[in-house]
T-cell receptor
């Protein structure tokens, strides 16, 4: 079965703290794709990153970094030195083309609140 | 130069009415999608079209009918609206391939009274 779990419903931090958002996935496919999207209070869904299952290299983009670990089926997202503008709902998503076609299966989302 | 656009942004209507949401993408993608986000923020696929052909049709009531006149457009028509249809509907598009990424429209917030 295809499933994405974001166990943290809500996280509150103070500005400049580092925060990690967890994502655990399940799939029987050997080739699959993982994504993170951000949904700020304005409501749009903003693509952040795509990671292919055959590429386990971690990625850093400014204050954002992603840790993909196939052994634990996790794709965690860390924000370093958080800012108020990082406050949003963050979604992890999975695409398994062979098993389920091109649809994205989303986790329930993690609400991140960054206080000044 | 908006990549994926939806109209209207807000839709307030009475139970029993029929309404449509339009989606257009100017990214040259070959696949388009409709997702529904419920009041708890949960996102779920409804439909997907590839080159105007329906390829994903999740368990959605027959009252929902997607229509794709061409690759750049995917509209969603909803008949006999019910209270439970109140949600945010997102359109998305992607280009099938190894680097496929779905880009989302701004969403249409539907409220059925």
């Amino acid at each position: 079965a295809q499933k994405v779990t974001q166990a943290q419903t809500e996280i509150s931090v103070v500005e400049k703290e580092d925060v990690t958002l967890d994502c655990v996935y399940e799939t029987r496919d050997t080739t699959y794709y993982l994504f993170w999207y951000k949904q700020p209070p304005s409501g749009e869904l903003v693509f952040l990153i795509r990671r292919n299952s055959f590429d386990e290299q971690n990625e850093i983009s400014g204050r954002y970094s992603w840790n993909f670990q196939k052994s634990t089926s996790s794709f965690n997202f860390t924000i370093t030195a958080s800012q108020v503008v990082d406050s949003a709902v963050y979604f992890c998503a999975l695409r398994s083309p062979m098993e389920y076609g091109n649809k994205l299966v989303f986790g329930a989302g993690t609400i991140l609140r960054v206080k000044s | 130069d908006t990549a994926v656009s939806q109209t209207p942004k807000y839709l307030v209507t009475q139970m029993g009415n029929d309404k449509s949401i339009k989606c257009e993408q100017n990214l040259g993608h070959d696949t388009m999608y409709w997702y529904k986000q419920d009041s708890k923020k949960f996102l779920k696929i409804m439909f997907s079209y590839n080159n105007k052909e329906l390829i994903i049709n999740e368990t959605v009531p027959n009252r929902f009918s997607p229509k794709s006149p061409d690759k750049a457009h995917l509209n969603l028509h909803i008949n006999s609206l019910e209270l439970g249809d109140s949600a945010v509907y997102f359109c998305a598009s992607s280009q099938v391939g190894r680097k496929e990424t779905q880009y989302f429209g701004p969403g249409t917030r539907l409220l059925v009274l």
